[in-house]
């Protein structure tokens, strides 16, 4: 799924909260945002559209209700989806050596890719 950057702030303030939020909830946690609080709405609407995100319920808010929202799935399923599409337009060797790069690389972050990797070999 391609989201665009807005609509990835907001992805990241839903996984952040851990339950469903409102509009009004996203647009208030919502810190050095890029996008207008009057977009919410077409961006909630095209997050639903590609399906990124559900109606959870609603809640009152005052005298009216409002709609709650939740992710589809988790970040981390969504980032490594992300991932995935970019491995597939390059090496996968580039890929891990940016990945490598990286400085929360642990030694038990190496055993765990090291232990995928044995295991993808006897598979193949």
């Given at each position: 799924?391609?989201?665009?950057?807005?609509e990835?702030?907001?992805?990241?303030?839903?996984?952040?909260?851990?339950?469903?939020?409102?509009?009004?909830?996203?647009?208030?946690?919502?810190?050095?945002?890029?996008?207008?609080?009057?977009?919410?709405?077409?961006?909630?609407?095209?997050?639903?559209?590609?399906?990124?995100?559900?109606e959870?319920?609603?809640i009152?808010?005052g005298?009216?209700?409002?709609?709650?929202?939740?992710?589809?799935?988790?970040?981390?399923?969504?980032?490594?989806?992300?991932?995935?599409?970019?491995?597939?337009?390059?090496?996968?060797?580039?890929?891990?050596s940016a990945?490598?790069?990286?400085?929360?690389?642990?030694?038990?972050?190496i055993?765990?890719?090291?232990?995928?990797?044995?295991?993808k070999?006897?598979?193949?």
């Amino acid at each position: 799924m391609e989201l665009t950057k807005n609509e990835v702030e907001i992805m990241e303030v839903l996984w952040e909260a851990g339950r469903p939020l409102t509009g009004v909830e996203i647009v208030n946690k919502s810190v050095n945002k890029s996008w207008k609080s009057k977009s919410i709405h077409i961006l909630i609407n095209s997050l639903l559209k590609k399906e990124a995100i559900r109606e959870a319920g609603f809640i009152r808010t005052g005298k009216a209700f409002a709609r709650t929202f939740e992710p589809t799935e988790n970040g981390e399923s969504y980032y490594a989806g992300v991932l995935a599409e970019i491995a597939s337009k390059t090496s996968v060797k580039s890929l891990f050596s940016a990945l490598f790069s990286s400085r929360d690389i642990t030694a038990d972050t190496i055993k765990e890719l090291e232990d995928m990797i044995n295991k993808k070999k006897q598979e193949l």
